[in-house]
């Protein structure tokens, strides 16, 4: 299987920054789509910001112009970085890929990390 890790997060005062970083390793062929994925108590499981190969990135309206987005193709990586956190920006932050990954063939993956909690203070 391909598997994604997550680091970063942690606890930071409203009107800081975060980042964030997700390594995808595994018999990886291909990366299509990464992403960033976000869950507070209570509620859904959101997009916060995802870049497809080749294609500009993909950012949730409440995250525009604070939050970016990046990735490293050649290290099957993307980060996330978070400026001027605000408290509703609270949650467990998931990374996401999918793409093509050898399993005895080729085979299509979309892979979850374990999450990491972001918790901003006001």
């Known amino acids: 299987q391909v598997q994604l890790v997550e680091s970063g997060g942690g606890l930071v005062q409203a009107g800081g920054s975060l980042s964030l970083s997700c390594a995808a390793s595994?018999?990886?062929?291909?990366?299509?789509?990464m992403g960033w994925y976000r869950q507070a108590p209570g509620k859904q499981r959101e997009l916060v910001a995802a870049?497809?190969?080749?294609?500009?990135?993909n950012y949730a309206d409440s995250v525009k112009g604070r939050f970016t987005i990046s990735r490293d193709n050649a290290k099957n990586t993307i980060y996330l970085q978070m400026n001027s956190l605000k408290p509703e920006d609270t949650a467990v932050y998931y990374c996401?890929?999918?793409?093509?990954?050898?399993?005895?063939?080729?085979?299509?993956?979309?892979?979850w990390g374990q999450g990491t909690q972001v918790t901003v203070s006001s």
């Open positions: 996401n890929a999918d793409g093509t990954y050898w399993r005895s063939q080729w085979a299509e993956f979309r892979s």
């Open positions: 595994g018999r990886i062929f291909r990366i299509n789509t």
């Open positions: 870049m497809a190969t080749g294609t500009n990135a």
